[in-house]
């Protein structure tokens, strides 16, 4: 279950000043505060020229807010450690008689995200049935992988399940 939108909405700062309207998301800190909004809670946030405004007037509360740098890209190690991981969920699903059309629908979406990661490299697809045969670069073993239709919502059902790995 997810939170209830205006709970959403406290915990995530404003773009901008409330008052003056000037960027606040390059900034590492800057007053915030609770006010009373018809029966419920809003929040405000105030760039540091409009802090005498954020004290002003009736409020619930107030507090400074840190905005933290977004976090580093990932380094090469991560990405061998995400790259291993989506390899040994393909192997897993690889690994059965006759895989559940989520797991192929999977087992496509692995192909491609470990084509991009540098695990395996496209050969070709088979003009009959589609199917496309990857070489594992760390093997050299070749791999079959069954096509699917392209349907959007299951490519993004799938792209949940594997949310976890990447
Ligand atoms: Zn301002």
């Known amino acids: 279950m997810s939170p209830p939108e205006h709970i959403e909405a406290l915990k995530r700062p404003a773009q901008v000043c409330a008052v003056c309207g000037a960027p ?3 900034l590492a800190k800057h007053p915030s505060r609770l006010v009373e909004d018809g029966g ?12 005498a405004e954020a004290r002003a007037g009736e409020y619930h509360s107030r507090w400074v807010a840190l905005r933290p740098a977004p976090a580093p890209p990932p380094r090469r190690e991560t990405r061998k450690a995400q790259a291993a991981r989506l ?3 393909f192997y897993r699903l690889a690994d059965q008689p006759e895989p ?3 797991d192929r629908d999977s087992l496509y979406l692995l192909a491609h995200l470990l084509m991009k990661t ?3 490299r ?6 009959d049935d589609g199917t496309l045969v990857f070489e594992d670069q760390t093997t050299k073993q070749m791999v079959e ?3 699917v239709p392209l349907d959007p919502a299951r ?5 949940a399940r594997l949310s976890e790995l990447l």
């Open 24 to 26: 606040l998301e390059s």
């Open 40 to 51: 419920g809670a809003a929040r405000q946030d105030f760039c540091p020229a409009c802090q």
């Open 87 to 89: 390899r040994d969920e």
């Open 100 to 102: 559940s059309e989520d």
């Open 118 to 120: 540098g695990g395996f």
């Open 122 to 127: 496209w050969r070709e697809t088979r003009p």
């Open 145 to 147: 992988v069954p096509t």
């Open 155 to 159: 490519l993004t059902a799938a792209q």
